[in-house]
């Protein structure tokens, strides 16, 4: 966390500060909340609105979190879902330029209908506090389920050297991170796919110890039936990285991080995981694929039928024909 620049940094971390950089907390305690020390000294001088570390807050009644609101889809279908207003904003105030700012897409449960291979969809991503935008080019199934995959294409990754258009978003650093810096008090945290797939590998330099990555277990993805739009299985995964850089050690006397290469150092990676259960698929069955076979059933009985009412037709006309007094003469005198 950077502190106040009116406040002596020093000071804060002696007086904040009473045991290691790096500290040991049960899941609970991480989950939950836990007391610590430089975080109440921070909210003591009113730079940070809560007085303990926690990753989650009951959702249902955090008293920070105010009214959203979501299109019903009931002026344009194909806009259900998407974000109006989210905590009380409708903008976001905290990127570099309005469309950086704004809630484009859903919550990502649910998209517009009638999605295609090739289709790119918006998301309102509320633990980055941004809009993405996501690819779906693949196909997959879940219980004889057709679902086109969505993922996180390479260009919403690239630092703003690669890609200008991401310096709305702070991307100044390595190819591969989120920055989240401002919505997060100035702290220097950075996202990432877990074990740093598809960062630059420049980012691993003064690290060690580090897992390969695996795509197919450290991507995110989301698997959407085309039909209804409707999300089907869901896998978000993420890490947590810190930006750590040396400092001359008169500016931190409890620590020699005049010693410390700069690096990223991941704290930890979270993977969130939904799938629909097979009462669901069967139900989804039951309602939108049986009605539709019967409809195609009948759509091919039509065809059937019309085939063969035109080969009548063309059998009973043919033989008019060649029966009429007409036809005969003219034979007679061909023989």
């Not at 009113?46 to 889809?73: E, H, P």
């Not at 695996?214 to 089907?232: K, M, Q, S, Y």
């Not at 995981?273 to 076979?293: E, G, H, I, R, S």
Request: proline share 4%; charged share 20%; aromatic share 12%.
């Amino acid at each position: 966390m950077y502190l106040n620049k009116n406040i002596s940094e020093t000071q804060a971390f002696e007086a904040a500060l009473l045991g290691d950089v790096f500290v040991t907390h049960t899941v609970t305690e991480l989950l939950w909340g836990y007391t610590d020390n430089l975080i109440k000294a921070a909210h003591s001088r009113n730079l940070y609105q809560r007085t303990n570390f926690s990753l989650q807050i009951n959702n249902s009644a955090g008293d920070y979190m105010q009214w959203s609101a979501v299109k019903t889809g009931k002026q344009n279908s194909d806009e259900i879902g998407e974000f109006v207003e989210w905590d009380g904003k409708k903008q976001l105030g905290y990127w570099n330029s309005t469309y950086a700012n704004m809630l484009n897409g859903t919550e990502g449960f649910f998209f517009r209908a009638g999605l295609k291979q090739g289709d790119n969809v918006s998301v309102f991503i509320d633990d980055l506090f941004r809009s993405a935008n996501v690819t779906c080019n693949e196909t997959t199934e879940l219980e004889s389920i057709r679902l086109l995959r969505c993922i996180l294409p390479e260009y919403e990754l690239q630092n703003a050297t690669i890609n200008p258009l991401n310096a709305q978003w702070y991307a100044n650093s390595y190819s591969g991170f989120l920055n989240e810096s401002s919505p997060n008090f100035g702290a220097p945290l950075f996202i990432s796919k877990p074990h740093f797939l598809d960062v630059d590998p420049a980012v691993k330099t003064n690290l060690t110890g580090l897992h390969p990555p695996n795509r197919d277990l450290d991507d995110t993805t989301l698997d959407v039936e085309p039909i209804t739009g409707a999300l089907f299985r869901t896998r978000k995964r993420l890490q947590a990285n810190i930006q750590i850089r040396s400092v001359p050690e008169k500016l931190f006397k409890p620590f020699a991080l005049s010693k410390v290469k700069d690096a990223f150092v991941p704290i930890f990676y979270v993977e969130e995981t939904v799938t629909a259960n097979t009462t669901t698929c069967n139900a989804f069955k039951k309602q939108v694929y049986a009605p539709l076979d019967i409809v195609d059933g009948v759509q091919w009985g039509l065809v059937a039928f019309g085939g063969l009412v035109a080969l009548v037709c063309f059998i009973v006309g043919t033989k008019m024909i060649y029966k009429s007094p007409t036809n005969k003469k003219e034979i007679g005198r061909a023989v």
